[in-house]
């Protein structure tokens, strides 16, 4: 079975400190592919970034850094110096290799206050 | 680029009437997805189509969805007779590459049934 966790469902934390959310996925595939997308207060889903299963280099963009670990099975998001604007629902997902089914963790409400 | 475009952004209408949702993808992409959030059950996957061929409905709820791609730049997801239990929002998405690199989203449409 295909499962993504995202067992935080909200965090609170205060501008500038660096924040990790969590994602715990379920796969028997070798080939497969994790994302994270952003849903800000607007409401669409932004897309910030993919990874394949057979690259396991972590990955930063910015203040925003990605570490997996198939070891573990996780592939958690890290937000250095966080932002009032970085307030958002964060959503993990999977996908098969030879399908374009997302499935998606049920997110992670993140605000960051002032 | 203007984006996956999404009409109407808000909808209500009573049970029983009949509500259609659009939605026009980005140019050039080939593959586009009908998702619908709600708080119980998260983003889930309606139906999606490659080169305006519907791919895999399987999850339309109930015959009384009903999605078309007639070309390219066009798609329309009906529901018929909506019920209150219908209310979510409705995300329409669009990719290259069947989404392994990520899907473009649309602002969603807000429905709600009385």
């Known amino acids: 079975a295909q499962k993504v966790t995202q067992a935080q469902t909200e965090i609170s934390v205060v501008e500038k400190e660096d924040v990790t959310l969590d994602c715990v996925y379920e796969?028997?595939?070798?080939?497969?592919?994790l994302f994270w997308y952003k849903q800000p207060p607007s409401g669409e889903l932004v897309f910030l970034i993919r990874?394949?299963?057979?690259?396991?280099q972590n990955e930063i963009s910015g203040r925003y850094s990605w570490n997996f670990q198939k070891s573990t099975s996780s592939f958690n998001f890290t937000i250095t110096a966080s932002q009032v604007v970085d307030s958002a629902v964060y959503f993990c997902?999977?996908?098969?290799?030879?399908?374009?089914?997302?499935?998606f963790g049920t997110g992670t409400r993140l605000k960051v206050l002032a | 680029d203007a984006g996956v475009i999404q009409s109407p952004r808000h909808e209500v209408t009573e049970m029983g009437q009949e509500v259609t949702l659009r939605c026009k993808p980005i140019?050039?992409?080939?593959?586009l997805f009908w998702y619908r959030q709600t708080m119980m059950r998260g983003l889930e996957l309606l139906i999606y189509?490659?080169?305006?061929?519907?791919?895999?409905d399987s999850g339309m709820p109930e015959d009384r969805f009903s999605a078309k791609m007639p070309n390219a730049s066009f798609s329309t997801l009906k529901i018929q007779p909506s019920e209150p239990r219908d209310s979510a929002v409705y995300f329409c998405?669009?990719?290259?590459?069947?989404?392994?690199?990520?899907?473009?989203f649309g602002s969603g449409t807000r429905l709600t049934v009385v």
């Open positions: 140019s050039g992409h080939d593959y």
């Open positions: 796969t028997r595939d070798t080939t497969y592919y």
């Open positions: 990874r394949n299963s057979f690259d396991e």
């Open positions: 189509f490659n080169n305006n061929v519907p791919i895999d």
């Open positions: 997902a999977l996908v098969r290799s030879g399908t374009y089914k997302y499935i």
């Open positions: 998405a669009s990719s290259s590459m069947g989404g392994r690199n990520g899907y473009t």
